[in-house]
């Protein structure tokens, strides 16, 4: 009896054992925890001249930061590869994961990389080795999931109540919005605010002239605060719209959503454009045009801002005028119709044919600076523009096949979504 009672004891012993092991190495595997790989090989060097060409396709978007680097967004993690004008998405420069967080929004000034989380973690890293170098516990977003799909393009391009202003990080929450120094976190201004319920969180861009503008979802106006002090410096009416939410198009940025100089807002009545200049908010034109059919100007879709004109493709042209007064600048003849523009910054401004040829035309003259087919190789032509970011000569754009699926095999043009160009 006593020894198969001191087998037992045994055997119920080296189960205890084993389930404690088994609960450490779950307790290691999920446990709340950070990795950072470190840099491995020297910094990316600058890219050198190229003549305009598509370079290659990558299955993520990249933000360009130090020109440099492309950094990218996961749902856990965010990295860094380069060069900028490689062809490939390269191996990890670093690497920054956090677990179970989920990533939010990533914004880049100078040599910092700034992510937020889904618990509300803002966590600032060198772009030069991805480690940390400050912390900040900022509010919770209303929306605690990754949204950035495949290529983490929204992440990356328009985080939600996540901006830029200078040498000022902006958070938009639930129930305020908080202002952060990128140097090394430090909180500054805050601006309470009710909290939407049910509602995601607040969208909004900084302003060419050091403004901070911020929707909520149950706000009948955008609010303007000074981007340094947190002081209210202004509102715009939103027009209503009962069947969406409103959507904002911040026109002529710096960065995205970074000192822009000018907004769209997109409701169901109608659309309205604006322009930032010496702390004042003025219309851009008139919400219509004289016959009362589509909207002109800026507020027409698809119109861009750049250097005080609105550039717009009508019928097989794309025209210039003046954003203020509506003074003709320059047409340029695309010979054919269903153009679009895709982006315009830094004196150019890009334009997809309907038969996909990227064309780029110099903005103050309107003349044709290059021309080419904006595919890869013999790729098929039948894609979707989604999200396109310029910076410097390079255009990257995100093409889409199907914006109704929300499985990614269907929704994005192929496991390479996102083409690469210098211009």
Known sequence: MVVAARRRLVAVLAGLVLVAGAALVVYRVFAPGEVLAEPTIGYPAAPTPRPPAVLGTLPAAPLVVDGRLRVIADKRQVRADGPVDSRYLNTPYWS?????????????????????????????????TGSDTWRAKGEKPAVTAYAGRRTGASTVYAPPGLFLSGDTVVVAGPTGTQAYAVADGTAGWRAPAQPCVGKPDPTGFTTSDGRVAVLRACDEAV?????????????????????????????????????????????????????????????????????????????????????????????????????????????????????????????????????????????????????????????????????????????????????????????????????????
């Open 96 to 128: 920054f994961r956090r677990w179970p967080a989920e990533l939010v929004g990533v914004v880049a000034a100078g040599g910092t990389v700034v992510t937020r989380w889904s618990d509300g973690e803002l966590v600032g890293l060198d772009a030069r």
């Open 223 to 423: 609010r303007l605060f000074d981007a340094g002090t947190g002081a209210a410096a202004g509102t715009i009416d939103v027009p209503p719209n009962p069947a969406a939410e409103p959507v904002l198009d911040p026109l002529d940025c710096a960065a995205p959503r970074t000192e822009c100089a000018g907004l769209r807002i997109n409701a169901a009545s109608e659309a309205t454009a604006w322009l930032f200049a010496n702390r004042e908010t003025k219309q851009a034109g008139a919400a219509a045009d004289a016959a009362g059919g589509s909207p002109a100007g800026l507020a027409a879709p698809g119109a861009f801002l750049f250097d005080g004109m609105a550039v717009a493709v009508e019928g097989t042209i794309v025209t210039a005028t003046g954003a203020g007064d509506g003074s003709p600048r320059w047409r340029h003849d695309l010979g054919g119709p269903d153009a679009r523009i895709l982006a315009a910054t830094v004196g150019r401004v890009y334009v997809l044919t309907a038969d996909r040829d990227l064309l780029t035309i110099d903005a103050a003259s309107g003349s044709e600076l290059s021309r080419f087919r904006y595919t890869y190789f013999a790729e098929a032509t039948d894609w979707v523009p989604g999200y396109s970011y310029a910076v410097g000569r390079y255009l990257l754009t995100e093409r889409l096949a199907d914006v109704t699926k929300k499985d990614d095999a269907d929704y994005y043009f192929d496991p390479q979504p996102v083409i690469l160009a210098i211009t």
